[in-house]
């Protein structure tokens, strides 16, 4: 039995000046840096978009950011471009520490967006991280970064649902907060079983 860190997407873009910047997205980095040396393991997630990707309300005449659309697996929040492979806000942030494990790259596919770092947003395409876990017999996780609503609710909801006890560290995330998203954030958790540990 092990534990693991998992850090979700503290990428420029969503820091303040990024693309996709959530409010203190930047304020999260200290904290993980010194919460890194408590865990046996560490893992970055990185949302890594092609050009063009679907979840851009650019590819979506008519669209803007932050309407929905309807994909093939359900609803999707269509966002400004962001965290286009290779780009400087895909980056980590400048300051975050990545003597990490295992970095995971997520929302690679032109067609399906990916907020969980386990499963794309059909639910059901794996991103492998679950077959990862298991095989270096990590039980335990402990999520933070950005942003608190999406990327990282889907992942807790999936590690849960997987079996992982997980917890996620509320001092260590900041959201975006789209009509209502942090409360429902906090209670779709809460009913999977995440241990939410209060800012
Ligand atoms: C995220 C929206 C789009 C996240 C990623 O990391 O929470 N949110 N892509
Ligand atoms: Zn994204």
Not at 10 to 32: K, M, R, S, T, Y
Not at 54 to 75: C, D, I, Q, R, V
Not at 83 to 105: E, K, M, N, P, Y
Not at 127 to 152: H, K, N, P, Q
Request: with cysteine.
């Amino acid at each position: 039995m092990s534990n693991a860190l998992i850090v979700i997407d503290v990428q420029n873009d969503f820091c303040p000046g990024g693309a996709l910047a959530v409010p203190e997205g930047d304020a999260v980095v200290p904290v993980i840096n010194a919460m890194m040396d408590q865990f046996d393991s560490v893992i970055l997630t990185q949302d890594w978009h092609p050009a063009g990707h679907s979840s851009f309300a650019s590819s979506h005449p008519g669209k803007a950011p932050y309407e929905l659309t309807e994909m093939f697996y359900g609803a999707q929040v269509l966002w400004p471009d962001h965290c286009v492979q290779g780009s400087a806000g895909a980056a980590f942030h400048a300051d975050l520490r990545t003597d990490a494990d295992l970095i995971l790259r997520k929302g690679f596919r032109p067609a399906i967006d990916s907020y969980s770092a386990f499963f794309e947003n059909d639910r059901r395409t794996p991103t492998g991280l679950e077959g990862y876990l298991r095989s270096r017999g990590i039980t335990d996780l402990t999520l933070v970064g950005l942003a608190t609503d999406f990327c990282v609710h889907y992942s807790a909801v999936d590690a849960a649902r997987l079996g992982f006890g997980a917890t996620v560290a509320l001092g260590a995330c900041r959201g975006i907060d789209l009509d209502g998203s942090m409360v429902a954030a906090s209670e779709a958790m809460a009913t999977a079983g995440v241990t939410l540990l209060p800012a």
